[in-house]
């Protein structure tokens, strides 16, 4: 396509990229941005070509923006097998939303929610990545937050199984469990007798 070899729809070429329209487009106007120098995916490309990428991307949603009138746009990248990608050659997705179309947002392409709280994702996400002294304070205070959120209900379900525990003890040691409120009894009774040894006494304590 870049050399000219397949036809394409092209609706923007420049020295770095290209665009074109999408072959089996999802709606009016969707259009693929590709840089013209093969990058298999976005992770190969560097800074610079990625700039020119999307400052193709932005100027290609601008033009249908202003001549196809569409209210929004889905704009992105299908990266790997899984995620849909035929074509091993990075291109961006600029889908025009209209009313009615039919489609969703973003978040509807996948519905795998995770099972680890988002301190534990981040962190693996940015391993062995230094991070700014305001982002660490951020999360620090985001972790205090939690633990002061997790500190009532460790108190309470700590209460209600001594409780259990307590109530599981009278059933298996009813025996036990006598004996020992009879020597705490005959305890206050030995203080009592003492106390009163020493008002007749006049002995102070």
Same mark, same amino acid.
């Given at each position: 396509?870049?050399?000219?070899?397949?036809? @394409?729809?092209?609706?923007? !070429?420049? &020295?770095? @990229?290209?665009?074109?329209?999408?072959?089996?487009? &999802?709606?009016?106007?969707?259009?693929?941005?590709?840089?013209?120098?093969?990058?298999?995916?976005?992770?190969?490309? %560097?800074?610079?070509?990625?700039?020119?990428?999307?400052?193709?991307?932005?100027?290609? @949603?601008?033009?249908?923006?202003? %001549?196809?009138?569409?209210?929004?746009?889905?704009?992105?990248? %299908?990266?790997?097998?899984?995620?849909?990608?035929?074509?091993?050659?990075?291109?961006?997705?600029?889908?025009?939303?209209?009313?009615?179309?039919?489609?969703?947002?973003? #978040?509807?392409?996948?519905? %795998?929610?995770?099972?680890? +709280?988002?301190?534990?994702?981040? &962190?693996?996400?940015?391993?062995?990545?230094?991070?700014?002294?305001?982002?660490?304070? #951020?999360?620090? +205070?985001?972790?205090?937050?939690?633990?002061?959120?997790?500190?009532?209900? #460790?108190?309470?379900?700590?209460?209600?199984?001594?409780?259990?525990?307590?109530?599981?003890?009278?059933?298996?040691?009813?025996?036990?469990?006598?004996? @020992?409120?009879?020597?705490?009894? &005959?305890?206050?009774?030995?203080?009592?007798?003492? !106390?009163?040894?020493?008002?007749?006494?006049?002995?102070?304590?």
């Amino acid at each position: 396509m870049i050399r000219g070899g397949i036809m @394409t729809d092209k609706v923007y !070429e420049d &020295s770095d @990229t290209m665009a074109f329209l999408d072959a089996n487009p &999802s709606a009016p106007g969707h259009t693929l941005v590709i840089p013209k120098k093969h990058k298999e995916n976005i992770i190969e490309m %560097n800074e610079g070509e990625i700039a020119d990428l999307f400052r193709t991307v932005k100027k290609v @949603t601008e033009m249908i923006k202003n %001549n196809l009138k569409p209210e929004g746009f889905n704009i992105g990248i %299908n990266q790997g097998q899984i995620a849909g990608q035929r074509v091993p050659h990075v291109h961006v997705h600029v889908i025009p939303r209209f009313p009615n179309d039919g489609g969703g947002m973003v #978040q509807m392409v996948v519905n %795998n929610k995770p099972k680890e +709280d988002p301190v534990t994702i981040a &962190s693996k996400i940015r391993a062995g990545e230094e991070l700014p002294d305001y982002i660490k304070r #951020q999360i620090e +205070d985001y972790e205090e937050t939690e633990k002061k959120k997790e500190l009532p209900e #460790q108190e309470e379900k700590k209460d209600e199984e001594e409780e259990e525990l307590e109530e599981k003890e009278k059933e298996l040691f009813p025996h036990v469990r006598k004996e @020992t409120e009879t020597e705490e009894e &005959s305890e206050e009774e030995e203080e009592d007798v003492y !106390e009163k040894m020493l008002k007749r006494m006049r002995i102070p304590k």
